[in-house]
């Protein structure tokens, strides 16, 4: 068994392709059964507007490229080969090296900001929830959550995060100067555009305007922020009333066309709009930046500028990486042990077991005996087994210990399992 | 006698002339119905004058360049009021009760009259008009700098390559407030500019100033101006296209500024 993960990220696939790929979250359950179909013993699929990524565990005798199909599986629009050039694939620790810099944001469009332990958590609830993780995935993703944590507590990751919306409050400065009396409609109720109404309230925007195809979401988003809820088919008559417009809906296709924003150009007069589209995939036409007065910004633009100011927290990303090398290590010395530990408990049960059924055959013919002299006949009988078991446990341990002093896999199969033919050990 | 006529309906026209400098300022300005009753007022004076000057003549008042401009500016006006009264639209007054004032004003000036008063305000006169029109100059220097910042940071936020944190520029809507008010100061300070002017030119020149190329740039260029504030109060134009007409607007001045000097001793060499 061993761990694996693929994917795609910001760094690797454009905004276009990664859009195409993404998941909704009730397509994971059928993807999840997809991978465990396809041999994955374990999976957990991550689907966020800046990755999409597969982890599994998997037989030795499944490549790793397997992944990639369960990533596309029930896809038939996006070709293995269209992808593949974007692709990354990880085993082991290096496996295990992603899963932490994913959970403690280092590996973030704008490394620190703190969503992505949210998602991740979420993808693992799914996965649970559809009894895709084991034990496995169970450790790294429980080490994963506490490692995000740990960095966050030690390095200041945190403070400087400045997330996608700090860098849209920055972008609605440069056009409107100061925010006060400026309107702000939020298209689709997610946690982003809520961190970003968040950020814009506080630099003094004046109002808030929620539109979301479930209603009610809209609602408690307008509670929170005593915003107005526009009904989810009114509001392209409204989009004129709209200064900024946060856009992060998860409808299909665009939901905001170039018409649409002309209209509202024209209703407004030519006041400029700043439009942020949040969504993967996007829900603004891009042809729309085209129009005067429109400021379109879609989230690879608002990495690339945020990247700018990026030297201090590199350097802060330099001590959690750091953190992270030190937890993978720990990490992986404790699966280590854990692949001969089931190995070493069967062997002393088994031979615990033999000792028991011959002194229960040999001992009647003792006839009685003190408790002094019953009590050297069991340190006797054991002395001997832990004799025979010392050899192969101390070798089993070593091997383990050399494996992940020299950062190789163990070598399932050869070792452990001779050990395990030659005293009969069972599969449990 | 209607030369009097004429010259009472371009006093009453300048209260709209006022009106609509005042608008570029207060949207809210409730200026607009004083200005109308003397705008009307000025076009029934018009209209006893051009009467008038037929009874005199004998032919219709249109010999040359100055009664020509007088009757079409009575034209506009009689339209302007015709429009209004059905459609109840005040916004073109912006733009025309400028234009009309002026037409009329130059009709006015077909008969020389007296020279100054005395030298003393001969001078105050060309002063006011000299500090008017520079000061008019400045505010649309600065405009059309403020433009061109305008269509610096415009192109960084299209482009996408505006980086905040270095971003020196001011923001965008700020460049924007300040393009208009430094344009409507500068085309309230260049219209008394040009009135004045028109003024001092008639009493010097009588009646060859209209002649002369620089007079002709100047008013191109006040007509220019006008129709580039009238697109930004009524159609709205703002951003790129007011940015690039303030440029404009600055590159007619500077053609204007130049015949003043240069080409005005050319021509008339």
Known sequence: ?428 | MSVLWLRTAAALYFCGLVYALVYLFRKRTRLFNPALIAFAAGTVFHLVSLVELHAETGHLPLNNFYETSSLCAFLIAVFFLGAYSYYRISIFSVCLFPLVFFMTLIGATEFPVASWSSQQVRSIWLTIHIATVLIGYASLVFSAVASLYYLLQERQLKRKSVSPSANRLPPLATLDRVITQSMNTGFVFITIGTVTGVVWAFIESGTRWIAEPQIGFFLFTWVFYLAMIFLRVSAGWRGRRIAWLAVSVLGCSIITWATHFGLGNLVSR
């Not at chain 1, 169970?138 to 507590?153: C, N, P, Q, T, Y």
């Not at chain 1, 929620?210 to 088919?233: K, M, S």
């Open chain 1, 1 to 428: 068994m061993r761990l694996a993960l693929a994917g795609i990220n910001h760094h690797t696939a454009p905004v276009q392709l990664r859009e195409k790929l993404a998941f909704r979250v009730e397509d994971l359950p059928a993807a999840l059964l997809q991978a465990q179909a396809r041999g994955a013993k374990e999976a957990l699929i991550l689907s966020t507007c800046n990755r999409v990524e597969i982890a599994a565990t998997l037989n030795e005798n499944i490549p790793a490229e397997t992944l990639l199909e369960g990533l596309l599986a029930g896809r038939d629009d996006i070709s293995p080969d269209l992808l593949r050039p974007h692709l990354y694939l990880y085993e082991e620790a290096a496996a295990i090296r992603h899963l932490f810099r994913v959970a403690s944001s280092l590996d973030s469009m704008i490394v620190g900001e703190p969503q992505i332990l949210g998602q991740l958590k979420q993808a693992y609830a799914v996965a649970r929830d559809e009894g895709a993780i084991g034990t496995i995935l169970e450790a790294v993703l429980s080490r994963a959550f506490s490692v995000a944590k740990r960095i966050r507590s030690e390095t200041e990751i945190g403070q400087s995060a400045v997330s996608v919306s700090y860098a849209a409050v920055e972008l609605a400065r440069e056009i409107f100067g100061s925010l006060n009396k400026k309107r702000v409609l939020i298209v689709g109720a997610g946690k982003m555009s809520e961190a970003t109404a968040r950020h814009l309230l506080r630099a003094g925007a004046a109002e808030i305007l929620i539109t979301n195809r479930t209603q009610q979401r809209a609602e408690e988003l307008a509670g929170l922020f005593h915003g107005e809820v526009i009904p989810y088919e009114l509001f392209p008559q409204r989009l004129g009333d709209a200064d900024i417009l946060i856009s992060s809906s998860a409808a299909p296709g665009y939901l905001l066309t170039r018409d649409l924003i002309r209209t509202a150009i024209e209703a407004r007069r030519n006041q400029p709009m700043f439009l942020v589209d949040i969504a993967v995939p996007r829900n603004i036409d891009p042809a729309v930046n085209d129009l005067e007065h429109a400021f379109l910004y879609d989230i690879d633009d608002l990495q690339r500028l945020s990247e700018r100011n990026l030297q201090t927290r590199r350097e802060i990303a330099e001590q959690a990486e750091a953190i992270v090398d030190e937890e993978v290590a720990r990490l992986e010395a404790r699966l280590r042990v854990r692949d001969v530990a089931p190995t070493i408990v069967s062997l002393q049960e088994e031979l615990e077991a033999l000792r028991k059924d011959v002194l229960s055959r040999y001992r009647p013919r003792l006839g009685s005996l003190t408790a002094d002299q019953e009590e050297v006949l069991d340190a006797l009988t054991r002395g001997i087994i832990n004799k025979v078991a010392h050899g192969p446990i101390s070798e089993l341990r070593r091997q383990a210990a050399d494996a992940q002093r020299n950062a190789v896999p163990l070598q399932e199969g050869e070792f452990v399992s001779v050990v395990r033919r030659m005293f009969r050990l069972r599969d449990r």
